[in-house]
């Protein structure tokens, strides 16, 4: 339950947990009092009724959701031709269509509102559609949380609580169950855990001793919270003689922090050589921000496996016999996955990294996905062995890039999406030659939305010039200019394009598996003035045959900027020196000073001056023979020392091991 249902997070992804907490839900947790539900791996869902028109609907995320939702024909065109997952949508939609004309017109109006306005966060689970887990019968849930009331003219969901109005369906629950008569599909609520009381706290004093540890190398104590350790790994573990200020600034950088200020100031204050080796940070921040939590993440993995051991499903008759089937699954994966390892060693390093989380078949225990909790008005979950094993399943099954990494195949022929919670990110190629506010304003626009994690904008590599040939607007000259403008949006990234074109970018960026994995949504914006734009009809499509569980969704945006906002006008004004009318059409949050730097970059003063550079260099580089350029050897970079997601074999910043702090 993640995206539109709400964020649901594992103990070391929420910042703003403090350490003493998390101990405390863990032995909350350790004494059997916690009141959890069974997380299940099925297809997610969200529900409702129009009253109005007197139909059911559905949705599969907020863009569903914004359009009112869909009904049972829009949902069948969804997943056409998708086989078993177009069945399983389709006919659990038609169960909650059919449960739903057990209500009375005012138990509707009481538990949805009068045109779909409240959502209720379902799954559908059908052993014909499966992921990993086989559940007996076909069953639509309508989970304990994640649902909403979704208010259509701010376009957002609701500060509402749900609860009343769950009561209402649950005392009705009984005849919408009874309504559904000999249908394949039931209708289920309450999938409650009991979660056992340890037999002795071996596993919770474990966890406490390594969590200590951890801890004390990162120089912090229990009254401090998951951001102050993430804060102090990566500082800590940035290589070279800077500043404590410029370290500070790169880690609020990578972590968004409020007292972030931003790539543009960032690279002020640098030496051409940091500037460097910060780029290669910026490369692969996400890889250190990974790597900053994996001692706490692993910590809480291993606690949550001794949690869930023997933890029966209520959707599974026979656990024991479940447990064995997942095990010679994942039995048969490894192995056939091992005997072709020479052709894909990245995949190797990846299957590698599961199998430490999972150490051995033995831990394989349990057939529920998870569980999940609230806690201090928070929603946890615990997935022990899941995750790991899900993942090399998919490995297996679909490989990196589409290409299968065995011949051998596990019975499941159908790909399918999963509720595996990914990071939501809106791509926004284009030429931007020069970038104008209604650029900005679009993608300041984007990364403002409660459902989007971050922007990335694709920049055209070729050079576009004025009329008359006099003035050129390059791919580093467009780069710079987004990076004054976006310097305090820590959300938005810039980059040029490397492929053929920055439409070409997108798609390979969609089928890239160290870019986006299963459960990552890829959001694709367009102005309402081109809705009949059809260049990413097929990015769906492409994302199903070359990186399996990857969405895509579309997301059509009011047109930003006014006349003269087009890139030609604003390259003619520069040509003609009209550096005021130019300057009206910049972001109106530059400054003075940031709008004369603008100028400096796209004026006909900085072409000539780049031209002169330019002939210069290619000078020098005709006169060079052959022989390297050397560089320095220092650099900054993430706290560990390995990558186990790849093995490239271009040059990676320097990476020192966090230093451990002494303890009083």
Do not use: C
Not at 257 to 276: A, D, R, S, Y
Not at 331 to 343: L, P
Not at 351 to 380: A, C, R, S, W
């Amino acid at each position: 339950m993640g995206g539109v249902a709400g964020h649901m997070s594992h103990l070391y992804d929420n910042p703003s947990l403090t350490f003493i907490k998390m101990k405390d839900i863990m032995a909350t947790v350790s004494e059997g009092e916690l009141e959890a539900e069974e997380k299940v791996d099925g297809q997610n869902l969200f529900l409702s009724y129009s009253l109005a028109d007197g139909k059911a609907r559905g949705a599969r995320n907020k863009g569903n959701v914004k359009e009112g939702g869909m009904g049972a024909t829009e949902l069948a065109t969804k997943f056409a031709g998708r086989g078993n997952l177009e069945r399983t949508f389709v006919e659990g939609f038609a169960t909650f269509e059919k449960a739903v004309e057990a209500l009375s017109d005012k138990e509707k109006l009481q538990i949805f509102g009068p045109n779909a306005d409240i959502w209720y966060n379902a799954e559908v689970m059908d052993p014909g559609s499966r992921n990993v887990i086989n559940y007996d019968n076909k069953t639509l849930k309508i989970h304990d949380r994640g649902h909403f009331r979704f208010d259509r003219e701010a376009g957002e969901k609701a500060d509402e609580d749900i609860s009343p109005r769950l009561q209402i369906l649950d005392r009705a629950l009984g005849r919408m169950q009874t309504a559904l008569g000999e249908e394949d599909f039931a209708l289920a609520r309450n999938a409650a855990i009991e979660l056992q009381k340890l037999e002795d706290d071996v596993a919770l004093k474990e966890a406490y001793s390594r969590l200590d540890r951890a801890l004390g190398d990162a120089g912090v104590t229990d009254t401090d919270r998951v951001g102050t350790y993430v804060y102090n790994r990566i500082y800590h573990g940035i290589d070279g003689e800077l500043s404590n200020e410029i370290k500070n600034d790169v880690v609020a950088y990578l972590m968004k922090l409020p007292q972030n200020i931003g790539l543009v100031n960032l690279k002020k204050k640098l030496t051409p050589e940091q500037k460097l080796n910060l780029k290669d940070i910026v490369d692969t921040k996400q890889l250190i921000l990974k790597q900053a939590i994996e001692p706490i993440e692993s910590i809480i993995h291993d606690f949550a496996v001794e949690i869930l051991k023997s933890v029966q499903s209520v959707f599974i008759a026979d656990n024991d016999a479940e447990v064995k089937r997942i095990r010679k699954e994942l039995s048969v994966a490894v192995n056939a996955m091992i005997e072709t390892g020479a052709e894909d060693p990245e995949s190797m390093e990846i299957l590698q990294f599961h199998l430490n989380k999972i150490k051995d078949m033995g831990k394989i225990t349990t057939p529920i996905e998870g569980v999940v909790f609230d806690y201090d008005g928070h929603t946890y979950k615990f997935t022990g062995n899941f995750a790991p094993l899900n993942q090399i399943l998919g490995l297996f099954k679909y490989g990196r890039k589409n290409k299968p990494l065995a011949t051998e195949s596990i019975t499941n022929n159908s790909k399918v999406l999963t509720e595996v919670e990914g990071k939501r990110i809106a791509l926004l190629p284009g030429g931007f030659k020069p970038p104008h506010a209604g650029h900005y304003e679009l993608a300041k626009h984007l990364a403002s939305l409660p459902d989007i994690d971050e922007v990335i904008v694709i920049i055209g590599k070729n050079a576009r010039f004025d009329e008359d040939d006099k003035i050129s607007i390059g791919a580093e000259q467009s780069k710079n200019l987004w990076d004054l403008y976006t310097q305090k949006d820590g959300n938005i990234q810039v980059r040029i394009q490397t492929g053929k074109t920055p439409v070409a970018d997108v798609y390979d960026l969609i089928a890239d598996p160290k870019e986006f994995s299963e459960g990552d949504t890829v959001i694709l914006g367009k102005s309402d003035k081109d809705v009949d734009d059809t260049r990413f009809e097929r990015a769906q499509s492409y994302a199903e045959r070359n990186n399996p569980g990857v969405n895509v969704e579309e997301k059509i945006m009011p047109a930003f900027g006014g006349a003269g906002m087009g890139g030609t006008s604003l390259r003619n004004l520069i040509a003609d020196d009209k550096k005021d009318t130019f300057l009206s059409k910049l972001p109106k949050h530059l400054n003075k000073a940031d709008q004369e730097e603008v100028w400096e970059i796209v004026s006909p003063q900085s072409n000539e001056i780049l031209n002169r550079l330019i002939d210069k260099q290619v000078d020098e580089v005709s006169t060079m023979g052959s022989g390297a350029v050397q560089g320095s050897g220092n650099g900054f970079g993430p706290p560990n020392t390995y990558n186990v997601y790849s093995r490239s074999k271009t040059r990676k910043p320097k990476i020192q091991r966090a230093k451990r702090q002494r303890r009083r």
